[in-house]
């Protein structure tokens, strides 16, 4: 690693609105995040959804709007925020320089044509061609390859004009990951200058629900750390961040939010303490850049009752260790698959910026006990609900 990595700008939609003070005032205000969760569209699982966001702010033609899904626009909408913060919104020479980094789901479904069509294929007996010719006229080919990843990373690059390289990662939570991590060490290894990387998830989809039917909680709200198997709660989220090498921001006079020190990943078939030992190598890894002062954590657990349990056990005995102010974001944002460790990102971002960690989602859960002030590093981990580990560390400048 040769080159310093730094962000220079963040955009977070969520549930509990977007940017960086929306999200520190909700996360601040246990009612405000508590009333931002939907127990009644898809019950009986619970959602956190994004309510409105103005798409004209970053996503400024109505063409564009209406070819994409609710994801896309997420994820289009917090990059330009992303783009904005850094300074580099609008500017074609630095546009044409910054490489795109994202990681994606598959499709979106189109929920009224599925039941156009079997409503219509009850009524007649020539299925087969009754079902070619309503998807060879009922889908948009804009619309329906939009929701692929390739064309997710597509569309930004179109509506934001950032034109240097492209890379996609699909994968549920490890890719999100992955997306930072590679972006991370093409910095340090001089194979780039600027990064935008970045996910999003629509939690508020039926078909999600299906998918994840087995993993979700089906139950009243209880501790995000001590859920059944199904214990997870979807949240709808855009996530995205600039990432530069110390050279390039400070050649064009951009201020650092934070500097990116390490990031990880791994997995495991998780058997018994396989992920725990994944997490205690990363863990060792980060040790020798690890100072004093009290540190933030912000946690991946997605809920899922077993390994959520493991993280916590792991986490309890770091925090005997040294001041440790672990908070379970998913509680108050939900789990937004890809997009939920670029999400922990920004919010550990915000947690060194202001020196201090928003006040505990769990007050009763002893990990979540310590207040902390006087912060200059975070740690990010993402345990994903199957599969995956991974580990992030960001610091003051």
Same mark, same amino acid.
């Given at each position: 690693?040769?080159?310093?990595?730094?962000?220079?700008?963040?955009?977070?939609?969520?549930?509990?609105?977007?940017?960086?003070?929306?999200?520190?005032?909700?996360?601040?205000?246990?009612?405000?995040?508590?009333?931002?969760?939907?127990s009644?569209?898809?019950?009986?699982?619970?959602?956190?959804?994004?309510?409105?966001?103005?798409?004209?702010?970053?996503?400024?033609?109505?063409?564009?709007?209406?070819?994409?899904?609710?994801?896309?626009?997420?994820g289009?909408?917090?990059?330009?925020?992303?783009?904005?913060?850094?300074?580099?919104?609008?500017?074609?020479?630095?546009?044409?320089?910054?490489?795109l980094?994202?990681?994606?789901? *598959?499709?979106?479904?189109?929920?009224?044509?599925?039941?156009?069509?079997?409503?219509?294929?009850?009524?007649?007996p020539?299925?087969?061609?009754?079902?070619?010719?309503?998807?060879?006229?009922?889908?948009?080919?804009?619309?329906?390859?939009?929701?692929?990843?390739?064309?997710?990373?597509?569309?930004?690059?179109?509506?934001?004009?950032?034109?240097?390289?492209?890379?996609?990662?699909?994968?549920?939570?490890?890719?999100?990951?992955?997306?930072?991590?590679?972006?991370?060490?093409?910095?340090?290894?001089?194979?780039?200058?600027?990064?935008?990387?970045?996910?999003?998830f629509?939690a508020?989809?039926?078909?999600?629900?299906?998918?994840?039917q087995?993993?979700?909680?089906?139950?009243?709200?209880?501790?995000?750390?001590?859920?059944?198997?199904?214990?997870?709660?979807?949240?709808?989220?855009?996530?995205?961040?600039?990432?530069?090498?110390?050279?390039?921001?400070?050649?064009?006079?951009?201020?650092?939010?934070a500097?990116?020190?390490?990031?990880?990943?791994?997995?495991c078939?998780?058997?018994?303490?396989?992920?725990?030992?994944?997490?205690?190598?990363q863990?060792?890894?980060?040790?020798?850049?690890?100072?004093?002062?009290?540190?933030?954590?912000?946690? *991946?657990?997605?809920?899922?009752?077993?390994?959520?349990?493991?993280?916590?056990?792991?986490?309890?005995?770091?925090?005997?260790?040294?001041?440790?102010?672990v908070?379970?974001?998913?509680?108050?944002?939900?789990?937004?698959?890809?997009?939920?460790?670029?999400?922990?990102?920004?919010?550990?971002?915000?947690?060194?910026?202001?020196?201090?960690?928003?006040?505990?989602?769990?007050?009763?859960?002893?990990?979540?006990?310590?207040?902390?002030?006087?912060?200059?590093?975070?740690?990010?981990?993402?345990?994903?609900?199957?599969?995956?580990?991974?580990?992030?560390?960001?610091?003051?400048?």
């Open positions: 690693m040769t080159n310093d990595v730094w962000i220079t700008g963040t955009g977070l939609v969520s549930a509990l609105g977007e940017g960086d003070e929306g999200h520190w005032a909700a996360l601040s205000d246990p009612a405000r995040w508590r009333q931002a969760i939907d009644e569209t898809f019950k009986p699982f619970h959602v956190h959804p994004i309510r409105t966001i103005d798409l004209d702010r970053y996503i400024p033609r109505k063409g564009d709007q209406r070819q994409m899904g609710p994801l896309q626009q997420y289009a909408y917090a990059a330009g925020m992303a783009l904005a913060a850094a300074g580099i919104a609008g500017n074609a020479d630095l546009l044409k320089n910054t490489h980094v994202v990681a994606s789901t *598959g499709g979106e479904r189109d929920e009224a044509l599925d039941g156009q069509i079997v409503a219509s294929l009850t009524e007649k020539d299925r087969e061609v009754l079902l070619n010719e309503q998807l060879s006229t009922g889908l948009r080919p804009t619309l329906f390859l939009a929701q692929l990843p390739n064309l997710f990373a597509g569309n930004i690059s179109i509506v934001h004009g950032v034109s240097g390289s492209s890379r996609t990662f699909m994968g549920e939570e490890a890719a999100g990951i992955d997306a930072l991590r590679v972006a991370f060490e093409r910095i340090g290894a001089g194979q780039g200058d600027c990064f935008l990387i970045g996910s999003a629509n508020a989809r039926r078909d999600s629900m299906l998918v994840f087995p993993a979700l909680l089906a139950d009243a709200m209880t501790s995000l750390w001590h859920r059944p198997t199904g214990g997870m709660t979807l949240g709808s989220m855009g996530t995205f961040l600039v990432a530069e090498s110390r050279a390039h921001a400070e050649a064009r006079g951009a201020r650092p939010l500097r990116l020190r390490a990031v990880m990943n791994d997995r078939r998780r058997e018994p303490g396989a992920a725990s030992a994944n997490a205690q190598r863990w060792d890894a980060i040790a020798p850049l690890l100072g004093d002062a009290p540190l933030g954590l912000m946690s *991946g657990a997605s809920g899922a009752g077993p390994i959520t349990g493991e993280e916590r056990d792991f986490l309890e005995r770091r925090a005997g260790k040294a001041p440790l102010a908070r379970g974001t998913a509680a108050a944002i939900g789990h937004g698959m890809e997009a939920s460790f670029l999400a922990n990102v920004i919010l550990a971002i915000s947690c060194v910026g202001r020196g201090s960690v928003f006040p505990a989602l769990d007050p009763d859960e002893p990990i979540e006990a310590t207040a902390a002030s006087g912060v200059r590093q975070a740690v990010v981990t993402g345990w994903g609900h199957w599969r995956g580990e991974g580990l992030a560390l960001v610091e003051a400048v």
